[in-house]
């Protein structure tokens, strides 16, 4: 090499005779590999001398200097072609740093130069550079990364990045986050000593992003604040508190049996159309003013759906605090893979800042299904219902990140609402049953309730909050204390009365009480009832007084009279707002305004 740059170069010829040293053995330098630097040598060589920088004369001795020294000290030809450049590129780099700052005109940089080959050190050696196997369905095997880490990002040659999925002794598999049509035998893959992450910051609020981050709603792009990893582990119990401040969801039939807390993870369970996705809008839009940042995190939904759930988050402006990750059916199957624990990303960004959080995951049975079609696709073993063994690691790991942290550490809050999709009401499958067993409850949705007009249609008997009365208000505890075992009786009741054409005056009085509870349990599609409403409709439901009215005017009447309550001059209702508790004084007020206004004495309730 140094032959072939003096024969070019005359004045380089003459320095090279007068310092024999430069000619010492290299290494086995040859082909490919002396090209390569030939060509970077007389790149270099022009890059300097053009640029001004120095002398021609002090060109060519710095071309000599960096050509033989670096390769003497590092033995480049036992390190392959690629750390070739690697060693031109540090060189060149140290040198113009050290030249930029310390030469003055008219000093000469023979020196500066000698000391800056002497102490160079080849940092960049650690790289590590694979090649590909094979490559297809979103999946790439790669060799010659002997180093990577599970869970690492692979920079492919095309420009498409991976992430390492599966360690063997000979090779890694890695799922693609781009299309592998440009991804062929052969080609580069470089490791980045990075896991996955995602971009986060207050920008985010409002739009709608990928599984990556990059916004898909035509907005331009969105200012971020930091990047933090997809995957974190989740806090330990130390750093947490207990779960005791509702997080309330506006539907009767929830807030009131099956309370949910701040921190809390509440399963939402049930087959397809039965209302799963309603109950989570419905429980963002009951956030409006509260200070609650909410993600909605759409796995494998049409995209039409998702388009139709925003429409309906602006028009309610909920929009304004609400985060929408979609990967659609027509992602691929990494994307929607790391969906849910990008949403949790975001939703740690805002807990560590002190914010509450609410993140709907709908829902994690396709979150299951394009794992387990990965896990195929990398030739694990299958399991039950060929879903790999890990697969309950796969959720725990991601609702375990939920939680309530303590007052010192901010006091910020995730709380999960995941959804699974059951199969003709079969809770005992294998997705379900290790969700439920994970989360801290679930709310069973029935589709015989629901066909029936019951709706939200939830089953009270399969439903359960872990958390129950401590993420409740005290009005809340007290206006409903007897409403599950009513409704239990009137359900065994009703049992009994298909049998019986008899009933006397006590049967057909549960009978009809029980009939007015469900009815007032029904509440239509966005439109979510403040903490102080629900107190005051089951507060008349627990007197009887909704008992007597027919079920089709059952809940007009009851929405006109909360609506008349609310502007009563007591202020009742504020009341109940402002300390969750249920004085016998405003229980009292409730029954009065209630007897006056259904005696039609509307102006009674001032």
């Not at 004084?585 to 029954?591: K, N, T």
Request: proline residues 5%; contains cysteine; glycine residues 10%.
């Amino acid at each position: 090499a140094m032959a072939y740059v003096c024969s070019r170069y005359p004045a380089c010829d003459s320095y090279v005779m007068a310092h024999p040293g430069t000619l010492e053995p290299m290494g086995s330098l040859a082909g490919p590999k002396l090209r390569q630097l030939r060509y970077a040598a007389h790149r270099e060589f022009n890059k300097l001398y053009q640029s001004g920088l120095m002398s021609k004369r002090d060109a060519y001795q710095w071309l000599a200097m960096t050509v033989q020294a670096p390769m003497a000290h590092a033995h480049i030809g036992h390190l392959g072609e690629y750390y070739c450049q690697v060693v031109i590129d540090e060189s060149r780099k140290l040198l113009r740093e050290r030249l930029e700052q310390l030469n003055p005109a008219g000093v000469s940089v023979i020196p500066l130069m000698r000391e800056a080959v002497r102490n160079w050190q080849p940092d960049a050696a650690p790289e590590e550079v694979g090649s590909v196997l094979t490559v297809g369905d979103e999946i790439a095997t790669v060799s010659g990364l002997e180093h990577a880490a599970y869970g690492e990002i692979l920079q492919f040659s095309s420009g498409v990045k991976g992430m390492v999925q599966d360690l063997r002794p000979d090779r890694v598999g890695c799922i693609l986050f781009g299309g592998s049509e440009a991804i062929e035998s052969g080609s580069i893959v470089r490791r980045t000593g990075k896991t996955a992450g995602i971009p986060v910051g207050d920008g985010f609020l409002g739009r709608v992003v990928d599984a990556l981050g990059m916004p898909i709603d035509g907005q331009g792009d969105i200012p971020s604040e930091g990047y933090l990893p997809i995957e974190s582990p989740a806090p330990g119990i130390i750093d947490r508190q207990p779960v005791n401040a509702p997080m309330e969801t506006g539907l009767l039939a929830i807030d009131s049996m099956f309370p949910i807390g701040r921190g809390q993870r509440e399963l939402i369970i049930g087959d397809r159309q039965t209302g799963k996705t309603a109950i989570a809008l419905d429980t963002v839009l009951n956030q409006k003013g509260k200070g609650v940042v909410c993600i909605y995190v759409a796995i494998g939904q049409k995209s039409s759906s998702v388009a139709q759930l925003v429409e309906n988050l602006k028009h309610k402006g909920a929009m304004d605090y609400t985060i929408v990750v979609n990967a659609p059916a027509s992602a691929s199957a990494s994307l929607q893979y790391i969906a849910p624990y990008a949403g949790t990303a975001l939703g740690e960004y805002f807990m560590r800042k002190g914010r509450d959080v609410l993140i709907v995951y709908d829902d994690l049975s396709k979150h299951a299904v394009a794992y387990r079609t990965l896990s195929l696709l990398l030739e694990r073993s299958p399991g039950r219902e060929a879903y790999p063994g890990d697969v309950f690691y796969l959720h725990s790991r991601l609702l375990e990140r939920s939680c309530r942290m303590r007052d010192d550490l901010g006091g910020g809050s995730i709380t999960a609402l995941p959804i699974v999709e059951t199969q003709a009401g079969d809770v005992s499958a294998y997705i379900p049953t290790n969700v439920i067993s994970i989360t801290d409850g679930q709310i069973f949705l029935e589709s015989a309730l629901f066909n029936a007009g019951n709706r939200p249609a939830v089953n009270v008997g399969l439903s359960v909050s872990r958390v129950g009365g401590a993420a409740q208000t005290k009005a809340m505890k007290k206006a409903n204390a007897n409403l599950r075992i009513e409704l239990a009786q009137y359900k065994e009741m009703e049992s009994f009365a298909q049998f019986s054409s008899d009933l006397d005056a006590e049967t057909r009085r549960q009978l009809e009480h029980g009939k007015a509870l469900m009815e007032m349990l029904k509440q239509p599609l966005c439109q979510p009832k403040s903490d102080a409403e629900q107190v005051v409709i089951l507060v008349l439901a627990s007197h009887g007084l909704l008992d007597t009215l027919p079920t089709a005017e059952q809940r007009e009447k009851t929405a006109a009279f909360v609506r008349q309550f609310r502007a009563d001059v007591s202020g009742t209702m504020q009341k109940i707002d402002a300390d969750g508790k249920l004085e016998p004084d405003r229980v009292d007020a409730i029954l009065n305004a209630w007897k006056a206004y259904a005696g039609g004495d509307s102006h009674a309730v001032q």
